[in-house]
């Protein structure tokens, strides 16, 4: 469950000065449309599952040679007056050839995919309004991945969602060409008698 900050209106400038300030050390927070919201610290479940996604998207940038994986809730600026700062769980961006050319704050290129994982006190309403943040400023393809169902929900600009099931497989679709995984990898633990895979290329 998120909870409102009650503050004036933030550029993503003064965001980023803000959140950096010692008392706001080992918090997690967003900016939307100038108002600065308070996220909950995530949980194991959340954590393991976070770590599968950006383990398969991460060998399948190594495997193509382009692209890179961000994690963490690391911010992007997907809109300006007012500014949203939004933080992907994660995320594949391609607007950087080298470590030294990532950007040192927030860069203002939206990523080619951008993940959520479900958490229990996530409100629909919330995660609708900032899937709807990505798909309009520039995000190609969002996964929301619902690990009490097992599900991923892949939303598109100007599709439909649709969903994907643990047993079935799940595409990069043209945004990500030739990535697929089971959605059941996602929630990998090894020793738990399921097999690993590797995303196909």
């Known amino acids: 469950m998120s909870t409102d900050i009650t503050t004036q209106p933030m550029t993503a400038e003064q965001f980023y000065d803000w959140v950096h300030r010692a008392e706001n050390a080992n918090r997690w927070f967003e900016l939307v449309r100038g108002e600065v919201i308070e996220l ?6 959340h954590g393991r599952v976070c770590m599968n996604v950006g383990y398969l998207l991460e ?36 607007d950087a050839d080298s470590f030294d050319d990532l950007h040192p704050k927030y860069g203002e290129t ?14 629909a309403g919330k995660l609708l309004s900032k899937i709807a943040d990505y798909l309009n400023n520039g995000v190609e393809l969002v ?7 097992r599900i991923v929900n892949v939303h598109r600009p100007q599709k439909n969602p649709y969903q994907v099931k643990a047993d079935a497989e799940l595409t990069g679709d043209d945004v990500l060409p030739g990535f697929r995984c089971r959605v ?3 929630f990998f ?13």
């Open 110 to 123: 939206p990523p080619r995919l951008a993940v959520e994982v479900l958490s229990p006190n996530d409100k």
């Open 40 to 45: 909950p610290r995530p949980l194991k479940l």
């Open 189 to 201: 633990v090894p020793g738990s008698g399921a097999k690993e895979s590797t995303p196909n290329t």
């Open 59 to 94: 060998a399948y940038v190594r495997q193509r040679n382009k692209g890179y994986v961000i994690s963490n809730d690391s911010g992007v600026v997907l809109s300006r007056a007012p500014d949203t700062v939004r933080g992907p769980d994660i995320a594949v961006y391609e």
């Open 184 to 186: 059941a990898e996602f």
């Open 143 to 149: 996964w929301l991945v619902d690990p009490e169902e």
